[in-house]
């Protein structure tokens, strides 16, 4: 695998501290777990009554919000779009995490909010359809792949700019999987400067680290992931959950974008990511961040964790953008 150290974050003792203190709190708290229809609409109601005001929050920022369907050989899917004042370099496509189930593109905005300051790019994120009664895992990776095309080869604005994705979790894997349809149905990736992967799923049948969670995981509900991943698709088996890019970790990686790669080691998706950096860097430079004593979803913390984390992920998308 093609990597350099020259990136590698070191981590004091006290950053170490304050993570260990926080994750004392995360042990007190409940673990997101989805065993039912209805805690799905739980969870998004609650969501949604967090974000009342959120546009008006975003514009005080200076960065206008615009919601529009996109799509492409008749699929259309909602995004959300967020630009800066001023000139722009390329494009962030972000698709946000909630373990497929649950989100929404809003619940991203302070996290692109830092890459539009950092980098000066415009966020095109996707309000994909959630799995649930209505809609399947199909549908939102159909929904993933339609906002790519159109910002590929749409008539807009943003057409001929680079493209970085970003993709959190569930956003991972549906991020990793919208790169595998771009290249075979649309003849390559030249347009993605690179690909910003935040501990993503790539094995729906799940890695033994996901295999091996257990009651005392941190944020996620260890001893149910594997069972809840299962019901993502009730009708297949463990070898067909394993084929690309339903399962991008067993896909053709040759061609893709150079990648940023981040995981906690206290993550159950941490064999995930560790596997798709060693197979994606047989040809593409990869830069593999195991941050320890981070769990699942860990930038999202208050920590010194994350801060590091976050700026050297900036620093990269500028990079990726300056070298395009």
Not at 236 to 259: E, I, K, N, V, Y
């Amino acid at each position: 695998m093609e990597r350099s150290d020259a990136h590698r974050l070191e981590f004091t003792e006290a950053e170490l501290h304050a993570a260990r203190a926080f994750n004392a709190k995360l042990a007190r708290m409940p673990r997101f777990r989805i065993r039912n229809r209805f805690t799905p609409l739980l969870y998004q109601s609650l969501l949604r009554l967090s974000q009342v005001g959120v546009d008006r929050r975003t514009r005080r920022r200076g960065v206008t919000v615009e919601r529009r369907r996109v799509g492409w050989n008749g699929q259309e899917v909602a995004v959300r779009i967020l630009r800066p004042r001023g000139p722009v370099r390329g494009v962030v496509l972000d698709v946000h995490g909630g373990g497929w189930a649950i989100g929404n593109a809003a619940m991203d905005d302070d996290l692109n909010l830092g890459l539009i300051a950092a980098c000066g790019v415009t966020v095109v994120s996707v309000d994909y359809r959630l799995v649930g009664a209505r809609s399947t895992l199909q549908a939102a990776m159909d929904d993933c792949f339609a906002a790519a095309a159109w910002l590929l080869r749409g008539e807009h604005d943003l057409r001929g700019l680079p493209v970085v994705l970003v993709g959190e979790s569930a956003g991972g894997h549906l991020g990793a999987a919208t790169l595998l349809r771009v290249k075979a149905e649309l003849g390559g990736l030249e347009r993605f400067a690179g690909a910003l992967l935040y501990y993503g799923v790539y094995d729906l049948a799940g890695t033994p680290s996901v295999r091996a969670a257990g009651r005392d995981t941190l944020v996620l509900d260890g001893r149910g992931m594997l069972g809840a991943m299962r019901l993502l698709t009730p009708d297949m088996d463990d070898a067909a959950r394993r084929q690309a890019p339903l399962s991008p970790l067993f896909g053709d990686l040759a061609g893709m974008p150079p990648a940023l790669m981040a995981v906690g080691e206290l993550d159950p998706l941490l064999d995930d990511t560790v596997a798709m950096a060693e197979r994606w860097g047989a040809t593409a430079a990869v830069e593999l961040h195991r941050v320890p004593e981070a769990p699942h979803g860990f930038i999202r913390f208050p920590t010194p964790l994350a801060e590091k984390m976050l700026a050297r992920s900036r620093a990269w998308v500028r990079e990726r953008l300056a070298a395009y």
